[in-house]
């Protein structure tokens, strides 16, 4: 069974600064924290375990709402939807496949009113949920839905009007940093900030899935150093291997894609956790949590035999 999720007054920071954000004069400000529903994502507080249920569900929607249920009993902290138009994901001008990717997420895509009563499910479980939208309506359909903030998927990073649109609702945005440059992760970032959203910066590979020699983690402390926002890992590996590592290296989110069903080949299932290992994850990253501590040169229980043969200063 997982741990249970420790409250931030009862555990050490699981983040405490690494040695070169110390002496970076970037970093003399204090990191910032972002909250998600009744979530606080930041140095101190317990790592947020994000289910993407994504479209997993293949536009079925009992399948949806047994995901829902499976994530929540796994203990996931938050859930992650996609809100989306199948026509408007894909430019048919500009991309070779559209035609097969948006014939994909038609099938798959849920009506407005089915995704609103996945919605009002999750909600009745007590589960906190927010989503991708792709397109200004999808965003507010979910803001009408009650989303407590949105993710900003890596390839929409770009996609300034988007950007534009999610920045007037002026709540929290998750960005997966995927593909994208410095500059295009500044000029998105400067947009929300303009509209007053806090950012939480999600480093993350943009392949399905990602080979464990790929993962670069230690972009997470290059995004912890450059940014005063907190930084996760949206980790497209397979397995439960790579999350408590990521935690290790700083990041205060984990993000992985959920299923039910790893033996279904569409969409993202075949490389998404089960119920099983995304109860294994949670409880890795709470252990590694207690493991890493505060930071700070204590006196702690477990030295005090050794203390009576330490040497005396003169």
């Given amino acids: 069974m997982p741990s249970p999720r420790p409250s931030s007054a009862s555990r050490p920071s699981c983040a405490p600064p690494l040695p070169n954000e110390r002496s ?37 929607p009992g399948r949806m709402l047994e995901m829902i249920d499976a994530a929540v009993d796994a203990g ?25 990717f948006i014939e994909n997420l038609a099938r798959w895509e849920l009506p407005r ?59 929290p945005v998750v960005i997966s940093r995927g593909m994208c440059s410095y500059d ?18 999600l480093h993350c590979i943009s392949s399905y899935p990602v080979q464990r020699h790929d993962s670069n983690l230690a972009m997470i402390r290059a995004l912890r150093e450059r940014y005063p926002w907190p930084v996760g890992h ?21 993000e992985k894609h959920f299923t039910v069903n790893p033996k279904l080949r569409e969409s993202d299932n075949p490389f998404s956790v089960t119920p099983g290992e995304l109860r294994e994850i949670v409880f890795r ?27 005396k200063t003169a």
């Fill in 184 to 201: 295009e992760l500044d000029t998105a970032i400067e947009i929300l900030r303009e509209g007053g959203c806090p950012v939480v910066l």
């Fill in 76 to 100: 996931a902290d938050l859930l992650k939807f996609q809100t989306y138009s199948a026509e408007s994901r894909y430019d048919r001008l500009t991309n070779p496949k559209a035609d097969e």
């Fill in 285 to 311: 990253v709470r252990q590694v949590e207690s493991w890493l501590g505060s930071g700070e040169i204590t006196r702690i229980p477990a030295e005090e035999f050794m203390w009576s043969f330490r040497r």
């Fill in 24 to 60: 970076s004069s970037r970093n003399m400000q204090p990191r910032h924290e972002v909250a998600l529903g009744p979530h606080t994502v930041g140095d101190g507080h317990p790592v947020s375990i994000v289910a993407e249920l994504g479209v997993n569900h293949l536009g079925d």
């Fill in 234 to 254: 949206s980790d497209h590996t397979r397995g439960c291997d790579l999350p408590p590592l990521a935690v290790a290296c700083g990041a205060n989110m984990i």
């Fill in 113 to 171: 009113d089915v995704e609103a009563r996945m919605w009002e499910h999750a909600a009745g479980r007590g589960a906190t949920v927010f989503t991708s939208p792709f397109d200004p309506d999808s965003a507010a359909f979910a803001h009408e839905l009650g989303s407590v903030g949105f993710k900003l998927a890596a390839f929409e990073v770009v996609n300034l009007s988007l950007v534009r649109a999610l920045a007037g609702y002026g709540k």
